[in-house]
């Protein structure tokens, strides 16, 4: 799970998301064509993958692209909320991201994707 594995390296590793999200000049390309790129970035990487897996459906690039984007901000989001100093939580946190990972990740269709 791309998404699990993007958490958890930040919350192993909480000054790496401080370096390279405290930057002011931070270049993120949410364009699809960023996905044929080299880029190592964590988005670059979830477009790359994404685009594999969406590309066999029927779904325009724009929807792509959304679904692409939430994934990232719930990914980035969970992120941000583990390297957090005196945040808490009752249960592990791999076990507690994989499991707000899946709760989100309830299926659902837009009118485009029915069709």
Known sequence: ?????????????????????SRKNISIKLS??????DEKLPLAILQ??????????????KVIQN????????GHGL????????????????TRVEEIIKFISIPYQTQEEKE
């Open 79 to 94: 992120a941000f909320i583990v390297v957090m100093p005196n945040v808490e939580i009752d249960d592990n946190w791999e």
């Open 1 to 21: 799970m791309l998404g699990k594995i993007y958490v958890m390296f930040f919350y192993q590793n909480p000054f790496y998301f401080d370096f390279l999200f």
């Open 32 to 37: 699809l064509d960023n996905a044929d790129t």
């Open 67 to 74: 679904k692409i984007i939430a994934m990232w901000a719930l």
């Open 48 to 61: 790359k993958a994404s685009k594999t897996v969406f590309s066999k459906s029927k779904l325009s690039e």
